[in-house]
């Protein structure tokens, strides 16, 4: 099956795109790849002055707010039909604050792989390649080592209705998703969805959405746990947008 890759674009229209990200637009093959854009017009201004092939544009596609679920519902048939899709907005992270995250969150839901060119932030590049809801979330950083003060902290997120994004040694990966399992299962209600985004732009790079259970068991089949990560803790159903 295919992959979504989000090409994160400069703010500025004059500057150039990231060298790896123009190298695989430069490569596009119309049979094998195909480019989703913003709005046609900055789209094509944008490819002109990256140097990029001019007989490519015709094969752009159009995804933006106005798309409707028989798009998407399109865009992921071309996906498992084997042709990978390149995400770009008119300038900045595509699926942060953006409507790429619903075709992100269906990726999730479809079981195909969503990564990124690179990107400097990974807080930011976790939270548009989770496909999580684009509202209000908590940036928690690093959990207290103490350990109530770091229940108590995780507990905090778990009562929270809005999302949180943790991160923290490699060697803590194992247990504070444990952490989280154990506080979660002493809670009722609707059990909430993680994004754990291990080893992000390297060639070992694995993003695992689901419940709690579901990504421990997922972990068991990595040979180490121990990775760099981002953990996002997702927010409330009843905070989602629909």
Not at 203 to 208: F, H, K, M, T, Y
Request: glycine share 4%; with cysteine; charged share 25%.
């Amino acid at each position: 099956m295919a992959k979504l890759t989000l090409i994160p674009t400069p703010l500025n229209e004059e500057m150039q795109l990231e060298p790896v990200a123009l190298e695989l637009l430069r490569n596009l093959d119309a049979k094998k790849q195909r480019v989703l854009v913003e709005e046609t017009k900055p789209a094509i201004r944008r490819w002109i002055r990256w140097g990029l092939p001019r007989e490519s544009v015709q094969d752009f596609l159009l995804y933006n707010e106005h798309s409707s679920p028989q798009d998407l519902q399109a865009f992921l048939k071309i996906l498992q039909q084997g042709t990978d899709l390149y995400l770009l907005s008119d300038g900045g992270l595509p699926g942060f604050c953006d409507p790429g995250a619903s075709l992100i969150e269906l990726c999730h839901q479809e079981k195909i792989v969503v990564t990124a060119t690179p990107f400097c932030n990974s807080p930011s590049l976790a939270w548009a390649l989770s496909g999580f809801p684009q509202g209000s979330f908590v940036f928690e950083g690093f959990p207290p080592r103490e350990k109530v003060a770091r229940t108590q902290s995780l507990q905090r997120s778990l009562e929270s209705p809005l999302a949180s994004i943790w991160m923290d040694t490699p060697y803590r990966l194992e247990s504070l998703v444990v952490e989280l399992a154990e506080l979660a299962s002493q809670q009722r209600g609707v059990e909430r969805e993680i994004f754990l985004a291990t080893e992000l732009q390297k060639p070992e790079e694995s993003c695992l959405r689901g419940s709690l259970k579901e990504v421990r068991t997922a972990m068991k089949r990595w040979p180490s746990l121990k990775r760099e990560f981002v953990l996002i803790l997702g927010p409330a159903p009843a905070t989602r947008r629909r």
